[in-house]
């Protein structure tokens, strides 16, 4: 399975914040949605960071209450692991291990194409998993 696969199984939206906007602002937009992460987008096109609920706990762990009131450039991770379209979902959950992060943007030429979470790994594995599982009971069960 290819990241290709994942994205046409959930969409190619991502929520994305300009760097210059306010903490808050990006953690209005988290709420709204409901995830975890948006890309951060700046003057280098496709994005120059990203920004999520992580950078928000060490920052006020950090620098209290008033990190609320920073641009999302100053908590945003600006050294982002990308993937693309071809990627395959193990090359991608290895990822994610390794650098110890939940979402990885999808960049093909040089275009922002997606945004895959942990979460979207995990259901494409689950869902493989019960596709494995009854072909095998169909199998063991049409003697």
Do not use: W
């Amino acid at each position: 399975m290819k990241v290709k696969d994942l994205l046409a199984a959930k969409g190619h939206d991502v929520a994305t914040i300009s760097q210059e906007r306010l903490v808050t602002d990006a953690l209005a937009l988290l709420k709204e949605r409901g995830i975890g992460a948006l890309v951060v987008t700046g003057p280098t096109p496709p994005l120059v960071g990203i920004f999520s609920e992580r950078d928000v706990v060490r920052a006020i762990a950090s620098h209290g209450a008033q990190a609320l009131d920073l641009k999302v450039s100053a908590l945003m991770s600006s050294d982002v692991t990308v993937c693309d379209e071809a990627t395959s979902v193990t090359t991608l959950m290895g990822l994610m291990t390794e650098n110890r992060i939940r979402h990885i943007p999808v960049i093909d030429d040089a275009k922002l194409t997606g945004m895959i979470s942990i979460g979207d790994v995990v259901k494409a594995r689950f869902d493989e998993l019960e596709h494995e599982k009854k072909d095998l009971l169909d199998y063991v069960t049409a003697r």
